[in-house]
């Protein structure tokens, strides 16, 4: 692949369609989201993957969203690793690209640097948040952490909550790329079966770790066997296929899916991006009386607050904040 080539897949969603087996599908790519996420905090490596990974999945899961609606994912455990944040915003117009955002909280003492990332959590739950927009109720689903990776947990959680049998393979992490420079990149390949209009149960219920639902719990036997053998294709994807350069993902798809029908879609561009602002954290302090202002208040005389996904600092004048402010700013 040349370099323009290249280039042209990084921070990319590729949607596709195996018309023989009734699946769909993203091939998603992803190397300057990632820096900028992660270039926003000094996280330890564990947390680094984590956050990656997670940033990953909300690429692959948020590409279906329409547009200006809003996907967050959340994974809360008891470990050292609390919180894993990440939110995808849907193009505001046609052909404008999505935004991703990602942020984690953590306990650096707790930390194992040794450990697996995954094993950091501990237990929890995992959970998915639609925004539609303003008028609209959001919608969230959560299902227990389970399995030995976040991939695993959205697995479950979208046959769980959703009765959607889903299979993620993911790779990413550190590279240097051309001229010495450390980089992050990151991609893979997600497959869902097309969701049924009632979803019976096959079999005597269900079947994965601790008796959550898995795939083969929401498939009849015809549907089993083509969700096998599409699995088994993936199976055999190579790790550096996955975050490129060698293959570009039409070539991929290609490559593993020619005797499924694969047909590709319009893919969707993505990139780092932040909707915190002033007037927003200015409201989100409008429940606070004086007193409570007062409290936040600096000895400089002056109310801090900071994003955590994209670090912007603001500052404001604590007579502006509050539902008692006593002039408008």
């Not at 695993?152 to 959680?157: K, N, P, Q, V």
């Not at 979208?158 to 959607?164: C, G, K, R, T």
Request: with cysteine; net charge negative.
């Amino acid at each position: 692949m040349t370099l323009g080539a290249r280039i042209a897949w990084d921070d990319t969603v590729l949607p596709f369609q195996l018309d023989r087996s009734d699946i769909r599908g993203r091939v998603a790519r992803l190397d300057g989201v990632l820096d900028r996420v992660l270039e926003q905090h000094d996280y330890p490596p564990l947390i680094e993957a984590l956050v990656a990974e997670m940033a990953l999945l909300t690429a692959l899961i948020g590409q279906t969203i329409k547009l200006r609606w809003k996907l967050s994912l959340q994974v809360r455990g008891d470990g050292p690793a609390r919180l894993i944040a990440t939110d995808y915003y849907g193009p505001t117009e046609d052909g404008a690209p999505a935004r991703i955002r990602a942020y984690a909280s953590y306990d650096a003492a707790r930390l194992d640097p040794e450990a697996d990332p995954f094993s950091q959590i501990g237990s929890g739950y995992f959970a998915i948040l639609i925004d539609q927009g303003e008028g609209t109720e959001p919608y969230q689903g959560i299902t227990p952490i389970a399995g030995s990776s976040l991939s695993a947990c959205a697995e479950t959680y979208f046959a769980q909550s959703e009765q959607i049998p889903t299979r993620f393979e993911l790779s990413f992490g550190k590279s240097m790329l051309s001229g010495g420079r450390n980089g992050w990149r990151a991609g893979g390949v997600m497959l869902q079966h097309m969701p049924k209009a009632s979803p019976l149960l096959a079999g005597d219920g269900a079947s994965g770790e601790q008796g959550l639902l898995s795939a083969f719990d929401v498939l009849d036997e015809e549907e089993g066997e083509n969700w096998r053998r599409a699995n088994i294709l993936l199976d055999t994807v190579d790790e550096f296929e996955l975050i490129g350069p060698v293959i570009q993902p039409t070539e991929l798809l290609v490559r593993l899916f020619h005797e499924e029908g694969a047909r590709v879609f319009d893919p969707q561009a993505v990139s780092f991006g932040c909707s915190c602002s002033s007037d927003r954290v200015r409201q989100s302090l409008s429940i606070y009386s004086a007193k409570d202002i007062a409290h936040m208040t600096t000895a400089e005389g002056i109310v801090t607050a900071d994003c955590q996904f994209c670090g912007a600092h603001y500052e404001f004048d604590p007579e502006t904040l509050g539902f008692e402010a006593k002039r408008e700013h």
